[in-house]
């Protein structure tokens, strides 16, 4: 599992013209899966993002984590996350198959719901458009692999 984390000071996804997410100050979560992630790993992950501290304190050091500044989330697809880059036609084979990262994904957007916090989403598999106002800049990548989960 792999998760591109950006805080933003806002952020909204559009589909079909519409606006289907939208927060304020948060993160913006990329999201994508591969063939060996399970629930176990999507839990720990979760977990692992709403801890983050990644927040100014009183003393502009990173020490506060979402719930710390009520923030809020707006997490999106992306199985181009697993793209395979070697060529100049990229290739897809080590993103999840449609059915299992769906339902990974929705299980991802609960756990995140279960920390007590508001997450937004867009639409699994939909052509998306993502706005945002990144804060710092600050991207953060976690790597469930790096992470050795």
């Known amino acids: 599992m792999k998760v591109v984390i950006q805080k933003v000071s806002s952020a909204s996804v559009t589909i079909d013209n519409k606006v289907n997410g939208k927060i304020n100050k948060g993160f913006v979560l990329l999201t994508g899966f591969t063939h060996n992630d399970t629930k176990e790993i999507v839990s720990k ?5 709403s801890n983050l501290r990644i927040f100014e304190d009183e003393n502009d050091k990173l020490n506060l984590c ?3 500044v009520g923030g809020e989330i707006l997490s999106i697809s992306q199985f181009t996350l697993y793209a395979k880059a070697d060529s100049r ?3 897809f084979i080590n993103a999840m198959k449609y059915e299992d990262a769906s339902k990974l994904y929705d299980y ?4 995140l719901e279960e920390s007590n916090l508001k997450v937004e989403t867009g639409i699994f598999g939909s052509d998306m458009k993502v706005s945002l106002v990144n804060e710092g800049p600050v991207t953060i990548i976690l ?3 790096e992470l050795n989960m």
């Open 45 to 49: 992950m979760a977990i692992k993002i």
């Open 66 to 68: 979402l719930k710390d």
């Open 89 to 91: 036609r990229p290739s």
């Open 108 to 111: 991802f957007n609960e756990c």
């Open 143 to 145: 790597d469930s692999k």
